[in-house]
């Protein structure tokens, strides 16, 4: 069932959203401020591919102060946009019956683009 799941994801716009991450993290690579914030993106990206069966969970000993304050940076620089975007495709998912288990992941990626440092995906 992952395995369909995470194709139909893929046809229904999971390529997009993972293009955009990789995209906006080379971008953020190319400055050596910006490559802890390209590294997050990476991490999404790679979690947008292949969402069912996988999770974005705290790594040990997280967070930490070094994680919350990332965390802070990143929902100052305006990341929180990512979150909003997902809420927004978790809610047209929503609206028929088939979309909700789509929907429910945009959700989860949404809360796990508001703080993304700290996690990893298992």
């Known amino acids: 069932m ?7 994801w893929l046809i229904l716009g999971g390529v997009v959203i993972a293009l955009i991450y990789y995209v906006v993290g080379l971008l953020m ?9 390209g590294i997050q993106l990476f991490k999404l990206g790679t979690y947008a591919l292949w969402p069912f069966g996988h999770e974005l969970v705290n790594g040990p000993g997280e967070p930490g102060c070094v994680s919350i304050v990332m ?3 990143w929902i100052l620089l305006g990341w929180w946009e990512i979150a909003v975007l997902h ?4 809610l ?9 288990p789509w929907g429910v992941l945009h959700f989860r990626m949404a809360l796990n683009s508001i703080l993304p440092f700290g996690k990893e995906i298992r």
């Open 2 to 8: 992952k395995t369909v799941g995470n194709i139909l």
């Open 29 to 37: 690579c190319i400055t050596v401020i910006g490559i802890p914030f």
């Open 71 to 73: 965390n802070l940076i």
């Open 87 to 90: 809420l927004v495709c978790g």
């Open 92 to 100: 047209l998912f929503c609206i028929t019956i088939v979309g909700i």
